[in-house]
């Protein structure tokens, strides 16, 4: 697939599969992987062995979600030609490399991780960490080198992860000697982290605040009926607040005419626009957004045949890879290698 | 090479590959392992992936020593035909399955296994303490689970390391409801540890207190003439301890003559038998016993290509049953798989 002078940037990245993707997921990442699957080599991850490490109780939902994902991606216009969409846990050189790595960093070290501490106290793990947890800035390290990545799309809590890579990365081609693995780049996504359609800062399927990428017109319709405006705005003739307003929030990240949406946003602060008005405007924009993917996403639900061997064959390209990365690393430091 | 209906117990066991071995090891696993391939269904592990947990700066000795320790077990008489003789780096199913393992085991639990916690002690890592060295316990479980083995020789203070083990296996097969691995069971040998020739109790070669299996005949003279015996027994004339005097300890360890042994305790007690006496005893029997291993050793290093066949052959056996595990136990936890 690839060409030997294929010099574009390598992007790695991809989603836990723990469920299907929403919309949050489409304005933080969805629609930049779309937009530069010709421009940059991009693989994409589907994270079940990273899944795993917060819930090993319940590997059925990880598994399902393997499929669940990859028709979220399909259906969204990411183009198995131009970017390898691959299944993680299929991928051996990735647990390799891990547990080569973990030999290079120090308990101490992961403990003071900023990302893992704030998830540890999120997750309630306290003392009770599974230890794939503790390790999965590893693992994320092990991935991200294993395809040789220079460019990492993560949100702005996530950088400490890239900079644990990259110290990996320094001190095995120290001790070899030269640049064996690429350093990679953290790549901060423009638009900020779109918020619940209750006003909690994040959209999150546990939450019960999300926009799935599936949502049939009811959905859509029922989700920004609902949706938090302002609370102190009780009529339409009042003046209202467009900070902190889901829907002027969500305008923001979906409506193309952007004139529009200040000539909106100036109404509605003077008063005289009611919640309604607003809201039928974003439904719109979201059926005509949502309709095509959900049609697209069911004629490859429709069709698991067809995704299972777009799998097979993206995670074919990874593992040579992954395995490729591997072997260079091996013989680099010398490790026995049957030959 | 097996039959189907192979109802031999299972022994995995196996070396860390960060030297070659010597008398302490012969003493402590490798004649065993002779004595039982036949009886059992064996798995020699040449564990270069967990030698690198705390030899990371140095792979390369890492490298040479899997070699070389192949060599000593074709020396002492481990039968490639009868023991499956495999190299663990080259075996991606104990990764993966160390990987899955470490989702059901806590950063608590494993720094409270007393192993870990002496090991730590004598490496003065304290909290510079790689991952990988600490996740250790958590590989081996990996190893003997990969291969269901079901005895484990094991040194007295490593039993914790088949507790550790057995733990994830109930862990496991709880989750799925049946047991889909079993559960494994210490080996303790009978015979103590061999003590240095200085008297140390532990015969090491970073020590230089140990005797290789490649010793010449001219290395075992020097190693027995220079060996500890009672230091207040000046005179061959005066009575002599036998307690703690290393030239009586290896006399019980490696003469076949019990009733020999005891007779020149009984005179060396009373007084009246010179130590260069009883070292020769002791050296004409470590003579006898280390000239074929020598030989045989000589012949395999000289035919390395040979050897390099035979681990491959066994590591490519070792490969089928360790990925049959891991498919199994991904199948019974209901994880993705392509088919």
Same mark, same amino acid.
């Given at each position: 697939m690839s060409s030997p002078i294929d010099n574009r940037p390598v992007i790695l990245t991809g989603d836990r599969t723990t469920g299907p993707l929403h919309l949050g997921h489409y304005v933080g990442s969805l629609r930049n992987r779309v937009a530069?699957?010709?421009s940059h080599r991009q693989f994409l991850l589907l994270?079940?062995?990273?899944?795993?490490? @917060?819930? *090993? &109780?319940d590997p059925d939902r990880i598994r399902r979600n393997v499929l669940e994902v990859a028709f979220d991606y399909l259906a969204v216009g990411i183009d198995p030609a131009a970017t390898t969409i691959c299944v993680q846990s299929a991928l051996p050189a990735l647990a390799e490399l891990t547990l080569l790595y973990l030999n290079f960093v120090t308990v101490g070290r992961l403990e003071r991780n900023p990302t893992i501490k704030t998830e540890i106290q999120l997750r309630g793990f306290e003392r009770d960490i599974p230890v794939g947890f503790l390790c999965y800035p590893v693992a994320?390290?092990?991935?991200?080198?294993?395809?040789? *990545?220079t460019l990492v799309p993560v949100g702005e809590d996530q950088?400490?992860?890239?900079?644990?890579?990259?110290?990996?990365?320094?001190?095995?081609?120290?001790?070899?000697?030269?640049d064996v693995l690429p350093e990679a780049e953290a790549m901060i996504p423009m638009v900020g982290r779109l918020p619940g359609i209750d006003g909690k800062a994040k959209m999150s399927k546990s939450q019960g605040n999300?926009?799935?990428?599936?949502?049939?017109? @009811?959905?859509?319709?029922?989700?920004?009926?609902?949706?938090?405006?302002?609370? %102190? &705005?009780l009529r339409a003739v009042d003046p209202g607040k467009v900070?902190?307003?889901?829907?002027?929030?969500?305008l923001d990240a979906?409506?193309? @005419? $952007? @004139?529009?949406?200040?000539?909106? $946003?100036?109404?509605? +602060? $003077?008063?005289?626009?009611g919640d309604m008005v607003v809201k039928r405007q974003l439904e719109n924009i979201l059926q005509a957004l949502l309709a095509p993917i959900r049609e697209r996403r069911k004629?490859?639900?429709? %069709?698991?045949?067809?995704?299972? %061997?777009?799998? +097979?064959?993206?995670?074919? +390209?990874? $593992?040579? +890879?992954?395995?490729?990365?591997? *072997?260079e690393l091996r013989a680099a430091l010398g490790l026995f290698t049957f030959t």
């Amino acid at each position: 697939m690839s060409s030997p002078i294929d010099n574009r940037p390598v992007i790695l990245t991809g989603d836990r599969t723990t469920g299907p993707l929403h919309l949050g997921h489409y304005v933080g990442s969805l629609r930049n992987r779309v937009a530069l699957q010709h421009s940059h080599r991009q693989f994409l991850l589907l994270a079940d062995t990273q899944a795993l490490t @917060d819930n *090993a &109780h319940d590997p059925d939902r990880i598994r399902r979600n393997v499929l669940e994902v990859a028709f979220d991606y399909l259906a969204v216009g990411i183009d198995p030609a131009a970017t390898t969409i691959c299944v993680q846990s299929a991928l051996p050189a990735l647990a390799e490399l891990t547990l080569l790595y973990l030999n290079f960093v120090t308990v101490g070290r992961l403990e003071r991780n900023p990302t893992i501490k704030t998830e540890i106290q999120l997750r309630g793990f306290e003392r009770d960490i599974p230890v794939g947890f503790l390790c999965y800035p590893v693992a994320q390290a092990a991935d991200i080198t294993a395809f040789k *990545a220079t460019l990492v799309p993560v949100g702005e809590d996530q950088a400490p992860l890239i900079e644990q890579t990259n110290e990996i990365v320094r001190r095995l081609n120290r001790q070899v000697g030269r640049d064996v693995l690429p350093e990679a780049e953290a790549m901060i996504p423009m638009v900020g982290r779109l918020p619940g359609i209750d006003g909690k800062a994040k959209m999150s399927k546990s939450q019960g605040n999300a926009i799935p990428l599936s949502a049939s017109p @009811d959905d859509i319709r029922q989700a920004v009926r609902g949706m938090f405006t302002d609370p %102190d &705005h009780l009529r339409a003739v009042d003046p209202g607040k467009v900070e902190g307003n889901v829907v002027f929030t969500y305008l923001d990240a979906f409506a193309e @005419d $952007k @004139d529009f949406v200040e000539e909106l $946003k100036a109404r509605y +602060r $003077k008063g005289g626009l009611g919640d309604m008005v607003v809201k039928r405007q974003l439904e719109n924009i979201l059926q005509a957004l949502l309709a095509p993917i959900r049609e697209r996403r069911k004629r490859f639900a429709g %069709d698991p045949g067809y995704v299972l %061997d777009m799998l +097979r064959q993206g995670t074919l +390209r990874a $593992k040579e +890879r992954t395995e490729a990365t591997f *072997a260079e690393l091996r013989a680099a430091l010398g490790l026995f290698t049957f030959t």
